[in-house]
């Protein structure tokens, strides 16, 4: 209550500034429920298509959840808009977020979500775009005052539907209505000028009334002088008032062709964000320029085009005599998910950087690729081909994969060591860049050896995680230790016993990681857990106390307490454990 006063308060100071959404000197161009007929509605991805379309005030609708979230829904039924069923108003926002709320468009919009309304207002803000808002149910008005607010909209909205509690709260919120005449195609410039003698801004409708495409109708409107068009398609809208947006395709495409490089990346990306336009074409000719950046921007725009970018329109990268295109193209290709044929021919490739991105590809691609044909990568004078080659072996030789990538990673660490070996023979002098170049390299390799080992499943891949993230750590590759603790926190619970004797080793970091592994294991692993508690060696003891506490088991409180009896050294811990315990299960739940 005391906030909704301070709200109405600090609104109540502001009411002499008028709210709304029509800016009077040229015409406007409205787009109603986002760009619904370009990119699913009341998406954030359809708030920005119809800015980028050039609307210059956006209508968008708001829900409650159950959980309290505003977000952006029309009429709450979730089998029209999601892969999900009920209501808007019944659903808790996490609930609504694990739901595809773009497939029902059609598969090139697959994964997109709800929308929250403060993530609309903020790219609003961003986009320099005015909103309407659709408010579909009572009570939202101190909430979303509080957001606009917060986010400097407050004087570039509109309000529609229940929004009775926004006029009490703040008396200068205006809606659609105010001020404004809205009226139907074919009307006169005589019309028009009567309403601007009344002191009328004027809107002409073209939407849900069958006039929804009549561009001939829209440039009637804009001819007899009104101040906006309403529209369900803004690029017919952005014709119609004379700002056609592929006058501004086309000046981005001069800007990505020539000059400075970061202005062509600025230029592609900012095109690959407008959805349905014929731009693969020029996409895939900037693929092939010589400066990468450009050309990894262009990569990056073939794959998040919608729709889906054929493989087809790859083949000239993949053929080019350019090394970066022809890295860029295996990326995408791999982001993509295109078959393993499309990549195949590139593993002859002499280039290590192409050699390495057609191999992360691969690991992502649908196919087979032989053990035959992996195998002499993961040995190859480079290290980051080995290390990609790693992760591809991985991904289709599993079997082999387990046998050959541990076997290798431990080449990398002894190379590495030998490094460092050879510093401490010199006495330790700084590294000459070749050292650094060659141990950073060993690292990255590393890095992606061990991405490969945690693709692997079964009792081979966890004995290898919990061999490295047991053992002591030296150099670079105790980052290999950390990984594979981290992966075994899922999986240490088929075999306890190794993370259990690690407790007490004399390496403090790897008691350490042991000690964190099985609090944060599943409760699988406390069986082997409680037996610690009564062992011998006291900080073994002491690490399966704290353990036991922080995983709240209550099975373990009748030995806890006889520690905290009979036991003064430990008597302490114990009775923190049994109070961190008790907490977790009151009443003994």
């Not at 709450?76 to 808790?92: F, H, K």
């Not at 009344?198 to 001819?223: C, P, R, T, W, Y």
């Not at 906006?228 to 006058?247: C, H, K, S």
Request: net charge negative; aromatic share 4%.
């Amino acid at each position: 209550m005391r906030t909704t006063l301070v709200l109405l308060l600090s609104l109540l100071g502001a009411r002499l500034a008028p709210a709304g959404v029509l800016v009077l000197g040229g015409v406007q161009l409205l787009c109603h429920r986002t760009a619904n007929e370009d990119v699913p509605e009341n998406t954030l991805e359809s708030l920005d298509q119809a800015a980028l379309l050039g609307c210059n005030v956006v209508e968008i609708d708001l829900r409650r959840t159950l959980d309290g979230k505003i977000v952006l829904n029309h009429d709450g039924i979730m089998e029209r808009l999601t892969d999900g069923v009920g209501e808007a108003e019944t659903s808790d926002y996490g609930d609504l977020q694990l739901r595809d709320a773009g497939s029902w468009m059609g598969q090139r919009f697959e994964n997109l979500h709800m929308t929250l309304f403060q993530d609309a207002l903020r790219l609003a803000r961003e986009r320099d775009i005015r909103l309407v808002l659709d408010m579909k149910d009572k009570g939202l008005g101190p909430d979303v005052l509080q957001m606009l607010e917060r986010e400097g909209m407050l004087q570039r909205v509109q309000f529609n539907g229940e929004w009775e509690d926004v006029k009490k709260l703040y008396p200068a919120a205006t809606d659609v209505g105010d001020g404004t005449a809205w009226v139907q195609p074919g009307v006169t410039e005589d019309q028009v000028k009567q309403y601007h003698r009344q002191g009328k801004a004027v809107v002409a409708n073209f939407s849900a009334n069958i006039h929804e495409m009549d561009l001939a109708g829209m440039k009637a409107a804009v001819a007899a002088g009104v101040d906006g068009i309403n529209v369900d398609y803004p690029r017919l809208g952005a014709d119609a008032v004379g700002r056609p947006v592929e006058r501004r395709l086309h000046e981005l495409m001069l800007k990505a062709d020539s000059g400075e490089a970061g202005a062509r990346v600025a230029a592609i990306l900012e095109l690959s964000r407008y959805s349905g336009f014929p731009l693969q074409e020029n996409f895939a000719h900037w693929l092939l320029d010589a400066d990468d950046p450009v050309s990894r921007a262009a990569a990056l725009a073939l794959v998040t085009a919608r729709p889906r970018t054929p493989v087809s329109a790859f083949a000239p990268a993949l053929q080019s005599g350019n090394a970066d295109a022809r890295a860029n193209a295996a990326w995408a290709l791999g982001m993509l998910r295109a078959p393993v044929s499309a990549l195949l021919p590139l593993l002859r490739d002499q280039d290590p950087h192409v050699l390495q991105s057609v191999l992360l590809a691969l690991a992502r691609a649908p196919g087979d690729v032989s053990a035959a044909t992996l195998l002499p990568l993961l040995s190859y004078d480079d290290a980051a081909v080995r290390g990609a080659a790693a992760v591809a072996l991985a991904r289709h030789q599993p079997d082999t994969a387990i046998k050959a990538v541990p076997a290798q990673l431990q080449r990398e660490v002894v190379a590495e060591q030998a490094i460092h070996d050879d510093n401490l023979r010199r006495g330790k002098p700084r590294f000459t860049q070749p050292e650094i170049e060659a141990i950073m390299k060993s690292f990255r390799c590393q890095m992606e050896m061990m991405r490969a080992l945690a693709m692997l499943q079964g009792s081979d891949a966890n004995r290898e995680l919990a061999e490295l993230a047991f053992r002591p750590d030296e150099g670079l590759s105790s980052y290999d230790g950390i990984v594979a603790g981290f992966q075994l926190w899922d999986r240490i619970a088929a075999n306890a016993a190794p993370a259990v004797q690690a407790l007490g080793s004399s390496d403090r970091q790897v008691a350490d990681r042991a000690e964190w592994i099985l609090v944060k294991a599943d409760p699988a692993v406390l069986p082997d857990v409680r037996k610690a508690l009564n062992s011998d060696n006291q900080a073994v003891r002491q690490r399966a106390m704290r353990i036991v506490a922080w995983q709240g088991d209550p099975e373990s409180l009748a030995t806890l307490q006889a520690i905290q009896k009979t036991d003064t050294a430990d008597a302490a811990l114990a009775a923190w454990a049994i109070e961190k315990i008790q907490t977790l299960h009151p009443n003994g739940r």
